[in-house]
């Protein structure tokens, strides 16, 4: 089965960090879009941070850019979303997708600004980050 599963979230302090995985199974993503999303209550999902695993491209929302990091290993078939310093306005649940599975076409800038917009499967369970003191 085709399918990436989110993991590692949990509860963290403002100022801290926690790592994300995206694990890839049924597949390899070794030349794939991957992006990171994240949808906080009452709020619509949005673009946090994507990457291209042909050429390592990334691009960040700019509220993250400078305290996330959006990594590969493509050993492990994993991406990463290393998260640092936290904020409260980070809590949400973090979802990763791509489009190529979907047939969908984009880079990784229109992926993470745009595009997942368009993904109607091939969304999963995503993993909740909350950020409390």
């Known amino acids: 089965q085709v399918q990436l599963v989110e993991s590692g979230g949990g509860l963290v302090q403002p100022g801290g960090s926690l790592r994300l995985s995206c694990a890839a199974s049924?597949?390899?993503?070794?030349?794939?879009?991957i992006g990171w999303f994240r949808q906080a209550p009452g709020k619509e999902r949005e673009g946090v941070a994507c990457?291209?695993?042909?050429?390592?491209?990334?691009y960040y929302e700019p509220s993250v850019r400078g305290r996330f990091t959006i990594s590969g290993d493509k050993a492990k078939n994993t991406v990463y979303l290393q998260m640092n310093n936290s904020d409260v306005e980070d809590t949400a649940v973090y979802y990763c997708?791509?489009?190529?599975?979907?047939?969908?076409?984009?880079?990784?800038?229109?992926?993470?600004?745009?595009?997942?917009?368009?993904?109607?499967?091939?969304w999963g369970q995503g993993t909740l980050v909350t950020v409390s003191s």
């Open positions: 997708a791509t489009p190529t599975i979907s047939g969908l076409l984009y880079d990784e800038t229109s992926w993470c600004v745009v595009g997942y917009k368009f993904l109607e499967e091939g």
């Open positions: 049924g597949f390899s993503m070794d030349h794939y879009i």
């Open positions: 990457i291209s695993l042909s050429d390592g491209t990334t």
